[in-house]
């Protein structure tokens, strides 16, 4: 069975910083593309960061400079170090993982993050 746990979310003042962590079991995890999205009310899910197994990363524009996404193969973990955090930021944080061989994918249940001005 599958699990991706995210923790690590809160209330943080604008400018403020969070982790968030994803715990990964059941999948291969060196097989799979590892992946941060958000989704704020009323609004579409979007991609946040990704980081394929050897450390290829890329991010959402509006996250480049502020976010790093990280993994610990060893632990089958995903991390997202988030900086200065903005008001825009507020949205629930899904971890994904995505099989690039089976191509099967899966979602965490969310952690919230909210950013206060």
């Known amino acids: 069975q599958v699990h991706l746990v995210e923790s690590g979310g809160g209330l943080v003042q604008a400018g403020g910083s969070l982790r968030l962590s994803c715990a990964a079991s059941?999948?291969?995890?060196?097989?799979?593309?590892m992946g941060w999205y958000r989704q704020a009310p009323g609004k579409q899910r979007e991609l946040v960061a990704r980081?394929?197994?050897?450390?290829?990363?890329n991010y959402a524009d509006s996250v480049k400079g502020r976010f790093t996404i990280s993994r610990d193969n060893a632990k089958n973990t995903v991390y997202l170090q988030m900086n200065s955090l903005k008001p825009e930021d507020t949205a629930a944080y899904y971890c994904?993982?995505?099989?690039?061989?089976?191509?099967?994918?899966?979602w965490g249940q969310g952690t919230q993050v909210t950013v206060s001005s």
């Open positions: 980081i394929t197994s050897s450390g290829i990363t």
């Open positions: 994904n993982s995505n099989d690039f061989i089976s191509g099967r994918a899966y």
């Open positions: 059941g999948i291969i995890f060196g097989r799979n593309i």
